[in-house]
């Protein structure tokens, strides 16, 4: 595919869940397959190269491997690599069962030696985790996980600065404290149950955590003495009992007994600190080194799985299984770490944290059930990746700089990818657990990303970028296409980003946002405002010299005006009020599309600063929005609840019955209200829950109509008069949807050059249609009978004397009047002009119905009969782009398209 053909990105869509491949390892920030594919498909064709310098989990090279492109993978870092390429390469399924059934064998019955002054320095794994089974005395049970809670001391006179202050969090912090003090010693469990306030209810306990490490730790108040185990869970493989249970006093001797012992092989006890000596960024207090991130037994038994893994090879394993087996370990390791919660969702967050309550999973148990998710992915890449080995030919898997490449001049059709975002996550930091497992050593120093502490600030963050993406260019052929996908809700780092991009000296052509996976997975839980979810997907062409950008960005009073010309957009489409996340969305979009995103003047402006200067919080503080955004006429503005609504509407039509789920829901939500406009969650839910509720059948949830709304919708005159309907305010409501929809068509048609005319009954009601028409009487050479026809069709679009389009905007009347009105008009006017029924998206069925009679036919030939669904229409005009830049033909286009 020529590259000059190319322009538009890949619309919008919804980012689909992980396939098994993608299940493996769990990985920060990976980008959603289908959404890469979609890119990769549509900027090359079979055969030619993709590459990602910055390749992380691998998604856009085994994208494109799967989409019979070649792919080239790089990435400084050792284990992200391991997971690529040990993921590309073809293994021997039924081999690789085998060498983890060797394994597991091995766990059984080896011994090892574990050190220990006495006699029993000889020990098998499994010895490890032997318990007595409660119900019938069988002394090998064996324990699948133990709890373990915090115990804390006050430490008087280390007492460092006073608790004072007036947020409830030193409140909490004060009373903490001065449980303690009576205590002596609290476990972590017994301070919960003791510190009752109501105030914090179900975020209770998280908030006593944030007290004790944010006010009492870090100010030296407390310490830490340890972390007891409290119960167990067990099960018997001789009577199969499986219980939780307290630790009986033989339990607390084995652990002690282990406590004296040592790990037999290679374990990892690095700090976790620089070349330089300081701190990680991401570590906190207990969590010094890379050992101490495990409980004794479990850096035990992980050095004797690590071990027994590598010894494969010493029986004539292939590579290829020592590989698999390895990531299989790599990615049980925080979920077999301290850093386990007690709901078992693994390591919590983007730092190396120990919850008070944690958890210690059997590492075999983790081993075995990780495996099966592994040999899952492993098969489909296996099927997907062409069945042959396609790390041989088709795919490279670098280790290296993004700055340096080991690639030819313009050699490279196509580049998808994603620096680091700023300072939001540490991937070297957080990979340092597994890669000192691996015992791969770490190139912190060219490291691109934003850390004070590695002595890297933003400016150097900002050169080094510069730097890859000059590399880019170097290899990407003249005229190819790069995609640059972002996350961050701080300016500085967009521009850091923009910046480097044009220095490069990249032409900039589209950005879109995409809505993220777990959008679905998260939605009821409403995120606090000051994270920005999903990426921003910034596609730019590489020129065919390398030219000093043109830089004309205005005074800085101009950038400020257009960032909030854009804040107040957002606040109106969102009735008033608008997120931290939409606002933030909506401006950056603007940043860049306006050319403005990497000017020195945005550098150092602040978003929630200026939310704050110019605009006001909503009254619960969760929001923005301004005193005069309502200061239009309800004619002139389609709320979002409407807008939500039709779309929902849409879903519904297009199925059988009367239920629909979630997903499906979403979906077409996230793809039609597009970038600033996507609601939040909670938006949704109120207008889903006003016309339908869930109901749960095998398992999945449907949200079903409500019987009530059902019969309103059917909005005929017969339940009218069973009195089914309130019918004054449905009708005013329809009334003004008709209204609203003609009043955007005729802006739509006016910003593509036309000039609108609107219906007599129309501009009678409103006077904003009056306002809103630029022709006052219909122009042209026409008989009495077909102006008066034409005076009653709702909205026509004139170039010049000659109509393009006529529109009759349909709500609870029946399609075919209007049909049979503008049909009449198009066989007498002489000129051609589409004739456009906007339905309600159920009712397409009724217009289908009646456009598809007879005695239309014989008006013409060349059909002119359009349909455009309340649903379409939503979609056509939430672009970013405007209208004129979009043009009529989308209009048609998407008036042509059944729902
Ligand atoms: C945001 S992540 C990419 C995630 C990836 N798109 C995915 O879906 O898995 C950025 C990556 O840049 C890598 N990186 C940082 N500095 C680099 C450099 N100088 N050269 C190559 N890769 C680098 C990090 O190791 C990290 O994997
Ligand atoms: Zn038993």
Known sequence: MPADDITEPPEHAVSSPNTPMYNMVRFWGRKPQNLVTS???QFTDEGETVLDPFSGSGVTALEALRADRRGIYND??????????????????DELEDGFDTVMENLRYRRHEVGGADGDAQRSFRWLYETTCRNCGHERARTLETTAT????????????????DGTLDALATEIYDQLSEAERLSHDALVERIDLDEFGDARKSEITRAINQRLFENGYIRIEEDVPNELKYVCPECDASETVPLDEADEA????????????????????????????????????VDKLFTDRNLIALSILRHEIHRLETQGFDRTVVDALLLTFVAILEHVSRMQRPNKKGWAAKNYVIHPENLELNVAHAFRNRFSTVLDGMREANDELNGGDPVGDRGRFIQGDARDLP???????????????????????????????????????????????????????????????????????????????????ELKYWNSLMH?????????????????????????????????????????????????????????????ESILEEAKRVIRLHDGRATYDQLVRGVTLRLIEDNRMHSEQVRDFDYRRLFDDYLERTADGDAWTTADWAATDEVEYIPLQRRIRWLIESVYAGKEGSAATLDEILSRIFTSLKDAQTPENQEILDVLQSTAEPVEKDGVVYWRRRDSYQQTLAGNTLAEEEGLVDTETQREQLELDHDRIINRLAEFGKSVGYDAWIGDPETDRSEVL??????????????????????NVDLIWFD????????????????????VRMGNAYAETGATPRAVSVVPDNRYDRWEKAVTQPALDELTDDNPFRCLTYSKLIELLGGRRSPAERGEERLFELATTPP
């Open 39 to 41: 890119y990769i498909e």
């Open 76 to 93: 400084l870092n050792p284990l992200f690599r391991h997971i690529a390429r040990t993921t590309a390469a073809h293994v021997d399924l």
């Open 150 to 165: 915090r115990v804390y001391s006050p430490s008087p006179g280390q007492a460092g600065e006073p608790i004072s202050g």
């Open 254 to 289: 084995k652990l002690d007994r282990i406590g004296e012992l040592s790990p037999p092989y290679y374990y990892p006890d690095n700090e976790l600190v620089y070349p330089n000596g300081q701190d990680f960024y991401t570590s906190r207090p207990g969590t010094e080194r």
């Open 407 to 489: 690639v030819d001049d313009q050699s490279v059709q196509y580049v998808f990818t994603d620096p680091e975002y700023g300072d939001a996550v540490q991937y070297f930091e957080l990979s340092y657990m597994a890669n000192s497992w691996l015992d791969s050593s770490v190139n912190w120093e060219d490291e691109i990303v934003v850390n004070p502490r590695q002595e890297k600030p933003r400016e150097r963050y900002e050169e080094m970028l510069a730097a890859a993406f000059e590399e880019v260019f170097r290899v990407l052929e003249s005229g190819g296409h790069l995609t640059v996908t972002f996350h961050s809700s």
């Open 500 to 560: 480097a991009i044009q220095q490069a000296g990249f032409d900039y052509v589209d950005a879109v946002y995409q809505v993220p996976a777990q959008e679905y997975t998260n939605w009821i839980n409403r995120r606090k405002p000051g994270t920005m979810n999903g990426d921003i997907y910034i596609t730019f062409r590489r020129p065919e010299t390398r030219e000093q950008p043109e830089l004309d960005f205005g005074d800085i009073q101009a950038v400020r």
């Open 770 to 791: 009056r306002d809103t028409q630029t022709r006052l009487r219909i122009p042209g050479d026409f008989s009495d009978t077909v102006r008066e026809r034409l005076r």
């Open 800 to 819: 010049g004397e000659t109509p393009v389009a006529m529109f009759e905007v349909e709500h609870s009347t029946d399609p075919q009047d209007g049909i």
